[in-house]
């Protein structure tokens, strides 16, 4: 089965460093770019960034850019999703996702990690 | 930044009604490189419509997607029980900027 297994819910307090998991299964990992999506509590959805796992080309939404770190693992089919410092405004559920083509629309979504940064 | 506005907000219908959404972007999607998500309440979103018009795989034909520039429809032909939910679309004629539009609730009437 084609899917993207994500890492389980996190609390961290402001300050703290944190990095999250997306292992890709059922397909060849290098041949498809991998991407996070941010959802706010009760909000819509925003793209982060994007990372093609054969040669780790990355591109970051200007506004996490600097904010976020996003990475493989190709020997292991996982993506990560890093943060140095957290805030309380990185409170959401990250999605991982995949699109099917060389164009940007998400065919395969992992189930989603809910970070919860709070004192 | 390309900011598409859906519209309504929130459109409240009966199972078995036509619903329509509207995708309105701020400057013209490139190749018409418009998608439709649906999502519910505690699942992740799944992709309904790509290409602005083509149907995701598993999809059924009560849903279709149309328009191309800056206006683009999501059309759900006869309602279904499941088909209650939040709606998004997405962008993705700009490589360095993908867009999603703020969502449309379908509620049931």
């Known amino acids: 089965e084609v899917q993207l297994v994500q890492s389980g819910p996190e609390v961290k307090k402001p300050g703290e460093s944190l990095k999250i998991s997306c292992k890709g299964s059922g397909y060849r990992f290098t041949s498809y770019w991998i991407g996070w999506v941010r959802q706010m509590p009760g909000k819509g959805l925003e793209w982060m960034g994007i990372?093609?796992?054969?040669?780790?080309?990355?591109t970051y939404r200007p506004s996490f850019q600097g904010q976020v770190t996003i990475s493989v693992d190709k020997s292991i089919s996982t993506a990560y999703l890093q943060w140095r410092s957290l805030k309380a405004s990185d409170t959401a559920m990250y999605y991982c996702?995949?699109?099917?083509?060389?164009?940007?629309?998400?065919?395969?979504w992992g189930r989603g990690t809910l970070v919860t940064v709070s004192s | 930044e390309i900011v598409l506005t859906q519209s309504p907000g929130t459109l409240s219908l009966s199972p078995g009604e036509r619903a329509t959404l509207s995708c309105r972007a701020s400057?013209?999607?490139?190749?018409?490189?418009l998608a439709w998500y649906q999502q519910k309440p505690g699942q992740a979103p799944r992709l309904l419509i790509y290409?602005?018009?083509n149907r995701a795989t598993g999809i059924p034909d009560r849903f279709s997607g149309s328009g191309s520039g800056t206006d683009f429809t999501l059309t759900i032909s006869r309602l279904e029980p499941e088909d209650f939910a939040l709606y998004y679309c997405q962008q993705y004629g700009s490589s360095t900027e993908l867009t999603f539009g703020g969502g449309t609730k379908v509620e049931i009437k």
């Open positions: 400057q013209s999607v490139r190749s018409s490189y």
């Open positions: 996702v995949r699109p099917l083509t060389g164009d940007w629309y998400f065919d395969l």
């Open positions: 990372i093609y796992p054969s040669d780790s080309d990355t």
């Open positions: 290409g602005a018009s």
